[in-house]
């Protein structure tokens, strides 16, 4: 009888526990309900980068209401909010530098990263932007299909030993109805139908596995298709133009991609398919853009080339999940600017890829694509709202055959080894 009395304790316990806990980690709330998206343990879709953090709101605005967002800058490299259709496509924007304030804003170059008074607003309207209108402190976030509204807020890169929403709470909603009465909370949230299901195009967060499995097995291509040796890099175009990776037909006139993933259109980006067995590791090398080092809490913020980069590991366009990411000021740069990465599985990782050796090291996925090829990986470079003035951006190239003549020394070379081979050509500098 004592024993089954403490099974059962043990049980009630244990679902007590459950009952109480979260099971997935990370902060959100009652209109922040979908997110952290990053890397694992977050919430891992529309390829993350593994140093950022996106919260995801879907709502409806009654008839003749406002919405405001009321938040505070965070301490981190970026902060911006995007709103989107079904089909992943951003409709509008409002990046951090953009939203004006009483408080300074610590994203505009020169101004006080550390000012005590860092609170904004902004308007939310269900509308869609025109070019007549200003975009000053309004998001435009037009509804679709049964009426639903979507924002995404991001953050990246959080200032070291701050928490991932970089020291700042949520940024929270306050909804004035038709006939005056201001609500905030839960009950905005219960207004605003948060928990509603999200209303989304499947493709619209990757290729559907029955498609990608076609364009893998393609009769007459090698086995490592569509991966090239040495790698091919391609700039983001359209969908079609996405899928031409696979089949070889890329429209040279492709417009560049504003849908699909729900990608942040500060950022741009180049792409390559890699498998390993055209060789067990990969070596990236480049010159590498300078940026505003905000991780270590600086007082301000630099005028740099641009103002993130990041090389990302990841998997396949089914389930766009991240495996890793290295930021800016993770890589080591040597005396003349450029960078080295190797890419590799854990069992693979030479030696020599270590900082101290002056390279930096990504993952690639023990289940490669994670779905049918363990030896793919894809491999995402990123560039975020670059100056005016630097001529080699990615968002400097519109077509794929300009790629290596805009980029100049910024474009990544890329060269399969194997790990022995790595420690004898790359040796690690004495002290």
């Given at each position: 009888m004592r024993i089954f009395f403490f099974i059962f304790f043990i049980f009630i316990s244990i679902n007590e526990v459950l009952a109480n806990s979260n099971p997935i980690p990370g902060p959100r709330d009652c209109f922040w309900a979908r997110g952290p998206f990053s890397s694992d343990p977050y919430i891992n879709v529309a390829y993350p980068d593994s140093n950022v953090y996106y919260w995801a709101a879907a709502f409806s605005m009654p008839e003749g209401s406002t919405l405001e967002i009321q938040g505070e800058y965070p301490r981190s490299r970026y902060m911006s909010f995007f709103s989107y259709n079904e089909r992943g496509k951003p409709i509008g924007s409002l990046t951090d530098y953009q939203i004006q304030s009483e408080a300074t804003n610590p994203f505009i170059p020169g101004n006080q990263r550390s000012d005590f008074n860092r609170s904004y607003s902004i308007n939310v309207l269900n509308e869609s932007p025109t070019t007549s209108q200003s975009t000053n402190n309004i998001l435009y976030t037009p509804e679709y299909r049964k009426r639903q509204q979507l924002i995404v807020y991001r953050i990246y890169l959080p200032d070291q030993n701050i928490d991932i929403t970089g020291g700042a709470k949520l940024p929270q909603p306050i909804i004035t109805l038709s006939?005056?009465?201001?609500?905030?909370?839960?009950?905005?949230?219960?207004?605003?139908?948060?928990?509603?299901?999200?209303?989304?195009?499947?493709?619209?967060?990757?290729?559907?596995?029955?498609?990608?499995?076609?364009?893998?097995?393609q009769p007459?291509?090698?086995?490592?298709?569509?991966?090239?040796?040495?790698?091919?890099?391609?700039?983001?175009?359209?969908?079609?133009?996405?899928?031409?990776?696979?089949?070889?037909?890329?429209?040279?006139?492709a417009p560049r991609s504003e849908g699909g993933f729900y990608p942040n259109l500060d950022n741009q980006y180049i792409?390559?398919?890699?498998?390993?067995?055209?060789?067990?590791?990969?070596?990236?090398?480049?010159?590498?853009?300078?940026?505003?080092?905000?991780?270590?809490?600086t007082s301000s913020t630099e005028e740099s080339n641009v103002r993130y980069w990041s090389l990302c590991s990841n998997q396949s366009f089914v389930n766009t999940r991240v495996n890793d990411c290295l930021f800016d000021e993770e890589v080591p740069i040597d005396k003349n600017g450029f960078y080295t990465i190797a890419i590799s599985r854990v069992e693979d990782r030479p030696r020599n890829a270590v900082n101290q050796c002056g390279m930096a090291w990504l993952p690639m996925a023990d289940d490669g694509d994670g779905m049918f090829d363990d030896d793919v990986t894809i491999i995402q470079f990123r560039h975020l709202l670059p100056s005016d003035n630097f001529e080699h951006s990615i968002q400097k190239v519109e077509r794929q055959d300009q790629?290596?003549?805009?980029?100049?020394?910024?474009?990544?070379?890329?060269?399969?080894?194997?790990?022995?081979?790595?420690?004898?050509?790359?040796?690690?500098?004495?002290?």
């Open positions: 006939n005056g009465t201001k609500l905030r909370g839960k009950q905005t949230c219960e207004i605003l139908n948060t928990s509603q299901p999200l209303q989304v195009s499947f493709d619209a967060l990757g290729i559907p596995p029955n498609e990608y499995r076609r364009l893998i097995s007459d291509k090698p086995d490592t298709w569509p991966a090239h040796n040495p790698p091919k890099w391609f700039i983001q175009l359209d969908r079609k133009s996405l899928i031409g990776m696979y089949t070889g037909k890329i429209d040279p006139n792409r390559s398919i890699l498998n390993r067995k055209h060789g067990k590791v990969l070596i990236v090398r480049g010159k590498a853009p300078t940026t505003a080092k905000t991780y270590s809490g790629l290596r003549k805009v980029m100049g020394p910024y474009m990544p070379r890329a060269r399969y080894f194997m790990p022995n081979q790595v420690e004898t050509f790359f040796p690690c500098p004495s002290k």
